[in-house]
């Protein structure tokens, strides 16, 4: 897939809320509630470059660094810990020069307030002032589980107030065109019941929505 193509991709992604993405894609391609957004703009969507660390260990998140290009997103994967810090104002400052997208960490940062000035997004399990281990053991861009999802280096990135959604390039356009199927038939209905006063829970197909204007 050519970059030109992964960057129009990328930007019709980004026009989709992560719960549409995951109604066209289904299960497992959500992480887990516990990784917030925390630092930066709401919604950020990019290509994964991946590390994987044993938990508490954060040297090699320095080295991962200098493998970020232009809407990358750095995906740590901490193991859940959050007994101390694989990111902070330094490492936000030195991504946000090499203009990657973000940071999605399974596990916590810390400098909150420095992270804030440096404006680069964040998303993570939560904040804590404790370091972690710098011997520099680990892997940069390989597979990893982060959050509970599988992350291969080159995924889909997307993530916004609601959580934060992977998928592969060649799963994007599918589940696009099935979530804004989803999306059209929720406003339809929506119209539906503003017009007659009936309340439908439920989301109804084209061949329910198309029986009411026969």
């Given amino acids: 897939m050519t970059e030109d193509k992964i960057r129009e991709l990328l930007q019709k992604l980004a026009k989709f809320s992560t719960p549409e993405l995951c109604d066209g894609a289904g299960l497992y391609h959500s992480m887990s509630h516990q990784i917030q957004r925390y630092i930066g703009k709401n919604t950020i969507a990019g290509t994964a470059v991946t590390v994987d660390v044993p938990s508490g260990e954060g040297g090699i998140v320095a080295d991962a660094i200098l493998h970020l290009h232009e809407g990358n997103i750095l995906v740590i994967a901490g193991k859940g810990n959050c007994d101390c810090s694989y990111w902070g104002d330094h490492r936000s400052i030195c991504a946000a020069m090499l203009r990657a997208e973000g940071v999605v960490i399974d596990g916590a940062f810390r400098d909150i307030e420095g992270c804030r000035e440096a404006g680069f997004p964040i998303f993570a399990r939560g904040v804590t002032c404790g370091t972690a281990l710098k011997s520099g053991v680990g892997a940069i861009n390989i ?58 829970p439920k989301v109804k197909s084209w061949e329910m929505l198309k029986k009411r204007t026969e």
């Fill in 143 to 200: 597979p990893v589980s982060c959050g509970g999802v599988t992350v291969n280096p080159g995924d889909f990135i997307i993530a916004d107030l609601n959580g934060v959604c992977v998928l592969r390039p060649e799963e994007a356009e599918p589940v696009m065109e099935r979530a804004l199927d989803k999306r059209l038939r929720q406003e339809a209905t929506i119209a539906e019941m503003r017009e007659t006063g009936i309340i439908l």
